[in-house]
Nanobody, 115 residues
Framework: QVQLVESGGGLVQAGGSLRLSCTAS????????MGWIRQAPGKQRELVAT???????NYVDSVKGRFTISRDNAKNTVYLQMNSLNPEDTAVYYC?????????WGPGTRVTVSS
């Protein structure tokens, strides 16, 4: 089992920045990729960014150039630095960790961007 705890959400004005953190505990050796998924009101969940154990990153087009995902293996933590936020980024952001067989989810942290 893997437990994920997110932090760093909040209210920010358009153009501002936030940094989300997600710390993993438990069977962390089984994790081969971590990422962030968001769900805006009335919309389906969207994969925002992922980072693999080898450091390879991927982003959804809408956040490229604005968001940066990084991973600190020593702290078992993944970060999402979000810059130039706009109201369309308003959502609940969930941390995700994947092993070969199981996907784990954090409880989510809310990000609200005001115009």
């Amino acid at each position: 089992q893997v437990q994920l705890v997110e932090s760093g959400g909040g209210l920010v004005q358009a153009g501002g920045s936030l940094r989300l953190s997600c710390t993993a505990s438990g069977s962390i050796r089984t994790i081969n990729a971590m990422g962030w998924i968001r769900q805006a009101p009335g919309k389906q969940r969207e994969l925002v960014a992922t980072v693999r154990s080898d450091g390879t990153t991927n982003y959804v087009d809408s956040v490229k150039g604005r968001f940066t995902i990084s991973r600190d293996n020593a702290k078992n933590t993944v970060y999402l630095q979000m810059n130039s936020l706009n109201p369309e980024d308003t959502a609940v952001y969930y941390c995700n960790a994947n092993s070969d067989l199981v996907a784990y989810w954090g409880p989510g942290t809310r990000v609200t961007v005001s115009s």
